[in-house]
C-alpha cells in the first residue's frame, strides 16, 4: 500500500462515495473519520478488503484529530468533514462557524506531520447572489454572507496561506449540487423523490423560479479523482458541477412524471436568505479533467430510483 489517505466527513454522503472508491485501489489505505452527528454509519463503503478502517473522531476537536495524524502519518487528506444543508446551517450558525478550529486542526496538522496535498470540499454558496453567469473560479466574486459559505471561504484562505509560506500543496473543490443515492433526506432531490414515492405534497420556496444545477454523484467523483491520481489542480481551484440549469418547480414536475406520483406542489413563503435565484458553474475546468458527457439529470434520477436507499436518515 503506496498512498496513506484520511478522509474526513466519511460517513456523509459525497465522502463516502470518495473512499469507497479509493478502497477499490489496493494501493491506498484509506483511514474514515466522522462524528456522526450528521453522517451515517449506513453511508460507510462495504468493501470486506483490509486497505482501509473507520474511526469516530471530530476533526474540530485538536487532541482526537491528532492523535489520529500522528498516528497514521498520511500522505494525503480529503477535508470534506462539515455541517452541512441550507437550512440547517441556517438555524445553528455557532455550530458551523465551529467548523472553522476543524480546518485550522487539518491544515497545521497536515504541515506538522508530513502531508503532501489537502484536498478541500468547498462549495458553491461562496459565490452568493450570482453577478454573473456562469460562475467562474477566478472572475466571479465570493460575495455570500452565510455562515457557511464563510467558512468555506476561510478554508480556502488557510489552504492558500499554508501553501504560501510553508509549500503544503492543496486542491479546492467547490461542489455545486450533487445528488445520489445516499444524499441526506434533507436536500431538495431527495426530499422531493421522498414526497413523490409516498404522495404526499412537494412544497416549494416561492414560485420555484429559481434555477439549479444537479451533478450525479459519479461525476463529481470521477472529475476530484482524476485530480488526484493525475496530478492536476495542484494549488488551484475547481468548480464541480452541472452546468444544465432547472427552475425548481420544473424538477419537481418532472419528479412527479418520474415517479408516476399523485404529489401536488404547494408554494411556500420565500426564504428570507439562503435561496439564491441561480446557480450555473463554469465547468470546463471540470470537463478536461473527465472529458466525458455528463449524467443527465433525469438518468441520474433513474438511477436513484433503482438504488432505493432512501431509509437512510442523515
Not at 84 to 111: A, F, H, M, R
Not at 264 to 273: Q, R, S, T, Y
Request: some cysteine; glycine content about 6%; proline content about 4%.
Amino acid at each position: 500500500m503506496n498512498r496513506k489517505i484520511l478522509v474526513t466527513g466519511g460517513a456523509g454522503f459525497i465522502a463516502s462515495e470518495l473512499a469507497e472508491r479509493l478502497i477499490a485501489d489496493k494501493d491506498n489505505y484509506v483511514v474514515i473519520v466522522d462524528n456522526l452527528l450528521t453522517g451515517n454509519l449506513g453511508k460507510l463503503p462495504l468493501s470486506k478488503q483490509d486497505n482501509w478502517k473507520f474511526i469516530k473522531c471530530d476533526v474540530n476537536v485538536r487532541r482526537d484529530i491528532s492523535e489520529i495524524m500522528m498516528a497514521f502519518r498520511f500522505d494525503y487528506v480529503f477535508h470534506y468533514a462539515a455541517m452541512v444543508g441550507v437550512q440547517k446551517t441556517l438555524l445553528e450558525p455557532v455550530n458551523v462557524l465551529k467548523d472553522i478550529d476543524g480546518i485550522k486542526n487539518i491544515v497545521t496538522l497536515s504541515k506538522n506531520t508530513g502531508v503532501k496535498r489537502i484536498y478541500f470540499s468547498s462549495s458553491s454558496e461562496i459565490y452568493g447572489e450570482p453577478v454573473e453567469f456562469p460562475q467562474n473560479e477566478y472572475t466571479t466574486p465570493l460575495n455570500s454572507r452565510l455562515p457557511y459559505a464563510i467558512v468555506k471561504n476561510v478554508g480556502e484562505s488557510f489552504l492558500r496561506a499554508y501553501q504560501q509560506e510553508f509549500g503544503l500543496e492543496f486542491t479546492i473543490f467547490r461542489f455545486f449540487n450533487t445528488y445520489g443515492p445516499k444524499q441526506s433526506q434533507h436536500f431538495v432531490i431527495s426530499k422531493f423523490l421522498i414526497a413523490a414515492l409516498n404522495n404526499k405534497d412537494i412544497t416549494i420556496y416561492g414560485d420555484g423560479s429559481q434555477t439549479r444545477t444537479f451533478c450525479y454523484i459519479t461525476d463529481n467523483i470521477d472529475a476530484c479523482l482524476e485530480a488526484f491520481y493525475s496530478d492536476k489542480l495542484v494549488n488551484d481551484v475547481a468548480n464541480i458541477g452541472n452546468n444544465k440549469e432547472i427552475p425548481i418547480l420544473t424538477l419537481a414536475q418532472e419528479i412527479i412524471r418520474l415517479t408516476k406520483s399523485k404529489s401536488k406542489i404547494v408554494h411556500l413563503p420565500p426564504l428570507k436568505e439562503g435561496d439564491m435565484l441561480g446557480r450555473r458553474p463554469d465547468i470546463r475546468k471540470m470537463k478536461a479533467l473527465i472529458n466525458k458527457d455528463l449524467i443527465p439529470l433525469e438518468e441520474g434520477i433513474s438511477r436513484i430510483l433503482k438504488h432505493g436507499l432512501f431509509e437512510l436518515k442523515n
